[in-house]
Antibody
Framework: QVQLQESGPGLVKPSQTLSLTCTVS??????????WTWIRQPAGKGLEWIGR???????NYNPSLKSRVTISLDTSKNQFSLKLSSVTAADTAVYYC?????????????WGQGTLVTVSS | SYVLTQPPSVSVAPGQTARITCGGN??????VHWYQQKPGQAPVLVVY???DRPSGIPERFSGSNSGNTATLTINRVEAGDEADYYC???????????FGGGTKLTVL
């Protein structure tokens, strides 16, 4: 059974960089064809796709965040990570990692439980 | 960028049928997925590829997609179906994933 678990600081100061890690168990992030993805959800609002890293390491980002986002793989630890720079209060949200299977149009079949990140001084 | 439009809320009595729509330009040419999210929980896939159900999802959940509207249908609605529902597609022109704004299903 595939499991994803987010981890990282729950509080980040404005203008700093938000860094989260998603640890994957039950599957290898470097094998197969998967889209390892970050999604966020501000309190009381909808889901926002942040971006993804493919098994090959190629990335694609939400254009509204592209200038501030980096998503990468760490195959040695079976993890992938999110870095979001120059954060503001608007970046306060629950951040989810998820897996998209096989092809770009595939759904997100496995999700982490989510982690709340608050941006505040 | 591609936009998906959902009604903010849908209300239905127990035992009745709930229909949640997801509108988008020529969405019928895309593959639509639906997620259920209960308070404090991560989203769960309930319908994928327009009309297929993952293992463990009741047959009461079904989907359709044609023209400019995709629809999630929940038959014989139960109190436990009360949740937020999101549609999602892949926009091939930008290689981006897109979510609808979500619909809150209330069971009266």
């Amino acid at each position: 059974q595939v499991q994803l678990q987010e981890s990282g600081p729950g509080l980040v100061k404005p203008s700093q960089t938000l860094s989260l890690t998603c640890t994957v168990s039950g599957d290898s992030i470097s094998s197969g064809s998967y889209y390892w993805t970050w999604i966020r959800q501000p309190a009381g609002k909808g889901l926002e796709w942040i971006g993804r890293v493919y098994t090959s390491g190629s990335t694609n980002y939400n254009p509204s965040l592209k200038s501030r986002v980096t998503i990468s793989l760490d195959t040695s630890k079976n993890q992938f990570s999110l870095k979001l720079s120059s954060v503001t209060a608007a970046d306060t949200a629950v951040y989810y990692c998820a897996r998209g299977d096989g092809v770009p149009a595939a759904p997100f079949d496995y999700w982490g439980q989510g982690t709340l990140v608050t941006v505040s001084s | 960028s591609y936009v998906l439009t959902q009604p903010p809320s849908v209300s239905v009595a127990p035992g009745q049928t709930a229909r949640i729509t997801c509108g988008g330009n020529d969405i019928g040419s895309k593959t639509v997925h639906w997620y259920q999210q209960k308070p404090g929980q991560a989203p769960v896939l309930v319908v994928y590829d327009d009309s297929d159900r993952p293992s463990g999802i009741p047959e009461r959940f079904s989907g359709s997609n044609s023209g400019n509207t995709a629809t999630l249908t929940i038959n014989r609605v139960e109190a436990g179906d009360e949740a937020d529902y999101y549609c999602q597609v892949w926009d091939s022109s930008s290689d981006h994933r897109v979510f609808g704004g979500g619909t809150k299903l209330t069971v009266l």
